[in-house]
């Protein structure tokens, strides 16, 4: 991660825990049953028009998607956080943290106010259609047919969902610290990866581990499982070995 980036964004998660411990809302520590959830199969569109799926969130360690709609009160106020977010880690070529919006609608019209809203604000991350693998998250602990906007996910690489604000995020400052927290959780996570026998290397020996256990010759330790778990999808098969032996040649 840049140091003059890592230096700002823990800059400003101090200054947040300074400022209160009960920082959010109520409203923003509602919700959260979505975590845990897998989204990287999910299909959408962008409001270009063109095809969106959970391929994007292999682009960086860290997606931050807000879910939101431009008659949402909550989601006007909370938009110029997200472009700060945006603006702060697109300064730079690293897979670190990137800014999806995912637009709730119920009527056709409400897609092109939102485009035209977006032109006239310069909010222009990444914006999809709000999809059904997406509503799933959004609505769990919801009643029947009810989605509670805005929300904000955290998701890692593998599209996993992490965390799930429920509710406005209050102030730049929050959402800074919220992103910095995880970006800081999930790059000591993925460097990790491959390293199976722990000692501090990615090696073809950390192959072979990986790829006796996906033959059942030997088994993997919990922890071990972790780190040969180079797709994220929960197992160790031939693939991750493959992968392991990759990265100890420096191919991937």
């Keep these: 991660m840049n140091g003059i980036k890592r230096f700002f964004a823990l800059a400003l998660a101090f200054a947040v825990a300074l400022i209160s411990l009960g920082f959010r809302t109520e409203s923003a520590r509602a919700g959260g049953g979505g975590v845990g959830m897998d989204v990287s199969g999910l299909t959408s569109v962008g409001l270009d028009g063109e095809p969106v799926d959970g391929t994007v969130f292999q682009n960086a360690t860290v997606t931050v ?3 939101w709609q431009r008659w949402c009160g909550p989601c006007m106020i909370e ?7 945006h603006d702060f880690y697109s300064k730079t070529d690293e897979n670190d943290v990137q800014v999806w919006g995912a637009l709730y609608y119920e009527h056709s019209y409400e ?3 939102a485009i035209d809203f977006i032109q006239e604000n310069g909010y222009f991350w990444n914006h999809m259609l709000i999809c059904d693998e997406l509503l799933a998250v959004a609505n769990v602990g919801s009643p029947e047919g009810l989605t509670s906007i805005p929300q904000t996910l955290i998701v890692d690489r593998h599209g996993v969902v992490r965390a799930q604000i429920v509710g406005k995020v209050d102030s730049e400052a929050e959402l ?3 992103a910095g927290e995880w970006l800081e959780i999930l790059s000591a996570e993925e460097a990790l990866i491959g390293d199976v026998d722990g000692n501090g290397g990615v090696s073809a020996a950390d192959a072979i581990l990986a790829l006796r256990h996906a033959m059942g010759l030997s088994f993997l330790d919990e922890a071990q499982l972790v ?3 180079t797709d994220g999808n929960g197992s160790v098969g031939v693939s991750d070995a493959v ?3 990759r990265m100890a040649m420096g191919l991937a």
Excluded: E, K, M
């Excluded at 938009?79 to 977010?85: D, E, I, K, R, S």
């Design 227 to 229: 780190r040969a778990d």
């Design 65 to 67: 998607l807000n879910l």
């Design 79 to 85: 938009l110029p956080h997200f472009l700060a977010l």
């Design 111 to 113: 897609i092109r106010d």
């Design 176 to 178: 800074f610290a919220l």
């Design 243 to 245: 992968s392991i032996l």
